[in-house]
């Protein structure tokens, strides 16, 4: 039996991590027709290019793909890239539009969620990394395992 305050990490955007470094983190609901929700205990999502847009007070997910499950009836209906409106309150979506309008900055998906019986989105608030700042964090990365490396042979030697 599921408890009631249990979250199921589905999807995860790791590629965001990447490119981009994350300023904060907001917790938000989606609206999702019933096929899309079957699609994603499925799987069958894909957040990789997907955004996030402020039109009339309103927040939505751009660029996201739900991809239907064959066994749908009526499959031919599906809208597989739509704009899924997003559940937050005004002083999140202020944030988010006063954020957004400032040079460099984007407001991503970073993972998506079951959480309480509820669908949740975890979206970041987002500054762009150059590609130097990209390599740096990688020769820092296999430092550090070069480092580890090191000290567990030294140990072995003792």
Request: charged share 30%; net charge positive.
């Amino acid at each position: 039996m599921i408890k009631n305050n249990t979250i199921f990490n589905l999807l995860e955007n790791n590629k965001i991590l990447f490119n981009y470094d994350i300023k904060s983190k907001i917790e938000s609901g989606i609206v999702l027709q019933g096929w899309e929700v079957k699609s994603f205990f499925y799987k069958k999502v894909d957040i990789s290019n997907c955004y996030i847009k402020i039109k009339n007070n309103e927040a939505f997910l751009i660029n996201s793909i739900f991809n239907p499950i064959s066994n749908i009836s009526n499959i031919d209906s599906c809208i597989t890239n739509r704009n899924r409106k997003l559940l937050l309150n005004k002083d999140e979506i202020y944030k988010l539009y006063i954020k957004s309008k400032i040079k460099g900055f984007a407001i991503v998906v970073l993972s998506i969620y079951f959480k309480n019986s509820f669908i949740k989105l975890n979206i970041g608030i987002a500054k762009g990394i150059n590609k130097y700042d990209k390599r740096e964090n990688i020769k820092n990365r296999e430092w550090d395992r070069k480092k580890l490396y090191i000290l567990k042979k030294s140990n072995k030697n003792y």
